[in-house]
């Protein structure tokens, strides 16, 4: 079995609150929100760092986040503003070498915590798990705004 976490969310062996998939990707709900509803996009196909990625599916993850960005609006989440956000590389604070995007969602007079937050993130303590029924609960209401906006049409990609 392969220790990579986002490999094993996507073979379905480690539990994830799925927000959208389809061949090529995967978004579900970040276990340790540094803000309500913070999501969490990453390709189906392996790779530690985005120039590792075949361009096609690089851009179509972007896509998907821009999406997924619109979805939490939809749902009154980050109207005030959002962090797109990928850490490239150990250095830049990323600890799943797995690409992924981060959408977090940001609230008025949330800077203490969400500061808080992100001291944990980046000394790898991570912070408080949010309980599945929650994190199922918010994966579904994106679900459905989802539902709401065009069609994502995953790229059709030569094979790794
Ligand atoms: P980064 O530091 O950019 O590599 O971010 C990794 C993210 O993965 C962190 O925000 C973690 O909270 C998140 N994470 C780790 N394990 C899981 C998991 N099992 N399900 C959902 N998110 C996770
Ligand atoms: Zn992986």
Do not use: F, N, S
């Given at each position: 079995m392969t220790a990579c976490i986002f490999c094993q969310i996507?073979?379905?062996?480690?539990p994830a609150s799925v927000?959208?998939?389809?061949k090529q990707v995967m978004a579900f709900m970040d276990i340790h929100p540094l803000g309500r509803g913070h999501v969490i996009v990453i390709p189906r196909h392996h790779a530690r760092q985005l120039p590792e990625l075949p361009p096609g599916l690089a851009d179509y993850l972007f896509v998907v986040a821009r999406h997924?960005?619109?979805?939490?609006?939809?749902l009154g989440w980050g109207l005030e503003g959002s962090?797109?956000?990928l850490n490239d590389?150990?250095?830049?604070n990323q600890t799943v070498a797995h690409v992924h995007v981060h959408i977090i969602p940001r609230e008025k007079r949330d800077s203490l915590p969400s500061l808080g937050r992100l001291l944990m993130h980046v000394t790898g303590l991570y912070g408080p798990v949010v309980k599945r029924q929650r994190l199922d609960q918010q994966a579904q209401a994106l679900?459905?705004?989802?539902?709401?906006?065009p069609l994502l049409t995953a790229p059709e990609l030569p094979a790794a």
């Open positions: 996507c073979a379905g062996t480690l927000v959208y998939e389809d997924i960005l619109k979805a939490q609006r939809a962090h797109i956000l590389g150990p250095q830049a679900a459905a705004q989802l539902a709401r906006l």
